[in-house]
T-cell receptor
Framework: NAGVTQTPKFRVLKTGQSMTLLCAQDMNHEYMYWYRQDPGMGLRLIHYSVGEGTTAKGEVPDGYNVSRLKKQNFLLGLESAAPSQTSVYFC?????????????FGPGTRLTVT | AQSVTQLDSHVSVSEGTPVLLRCNYSSSYSPSLFWYVQHPNKGLQLLLKYTSAATLVKGINGFEAEFKKSETSFHLTKPSAHMSDAAEYFCVVSLPGFQKLVFGTGTRLLVSP
């Protein structure tokens, strides 16, 4: 049982390049989330999904796209990377239900855009 | 709107002394509140949660927090700090509907021998 895994762990991009971050969870969770963490700002929600085939915007969605084609995977895409997207990206998943409070986080992906 | 404010960006303590990390919240209704911990280069782990049951909440590793509605506070405490407690701590409030989380800016806890 690996929990939440993220691929890759590190990446360096040039401005304008594209990439996809992969999040996978093996806990059969319905909900999945993508956050970015910047110094002094805590974590901010980019996009989230409440089930296979569904996605929704979070607090800072501009410049990102997501897809949830399979329940266990949640992909975050950057079509044209910008230096402002340099950050640490965390994926999380959560069970469905009003009493399922805990979000389980992956180890993060450190992205640098030059 | 739901939000949390962590009053200290850094807290330094000596090993064996008490820990107090302060958090105030703003909410238009009864909130669900959490403390998460992040060790260096790691993901986040849930320490404890308040969900409108007991106001004094006990978490892992000896941490606890008290929900005080009159003060809109949810401070995190531990009687005796350990070196392994050195980490960043986030106070978090949950938004209704799919329980999206709003994070505070974090408090870095430094523990000296």
């Amino acid at each position: 049982n690996a929990g939440v895994t993220q691929t890759p762990k590190f990446r360096v991009l040039k401005t304008g390049q594209s990439m996809t971050l992969l999040c996978a969870q093996d806990m059969n969770h319905e909900y999945m989330y993508w956050y970015r963490q910047d110094p002094g700002m805590g974590l901010r929600l980019i996009h989230y999904s409440v089930g296979e085939g569904t996605t929704a915007k979070g607090e800072v969605p501009d410049g990102y796209n997501v897809s949830r084609l399979k329940k266990q995977n949640f992909l975050l895409g950057l079509e044209s990377a910008a230096p402002s997207q340099t950050s640490v990206y965390f994926c999380a998943s959560k069970n469905q239900g009003s009493r399922a409070y805990e979000q389980y986080f992956g180890p993060g992906t450190r992205l640098t855009v030059t | 709107a739901q939000s949390v404010t962590q009053l200290d960006s850094h807290v330094s303590v000596s090993e064996g002394t008490p820990v107090l990390l302060r958090c105030n919240y703003s909410s238009s209704y009864s909130p669900s509140l959490f403390w998460y911990v992040q060790h260096p280069n790691k993901g986040l782990q849930l320490l404890l949660k308040y969900t409108s049951a007991a106001t004094l909440v006990k978490g892992i590793n000896g941490f606890e927090a008290e929900f005080k509605k009159s003060e809109t506070s949810f401070h995190l405490t531990k009687p005796s700090a350990h070196m392994s407690d050195a980490a960043e701590y986030f106070c978090v409030v949950s938004l209704p509907g799919f329980q999206k989380l709003v994070f505070g800016t974090g408090t870095r806890l430094l523990v000296s021998p």
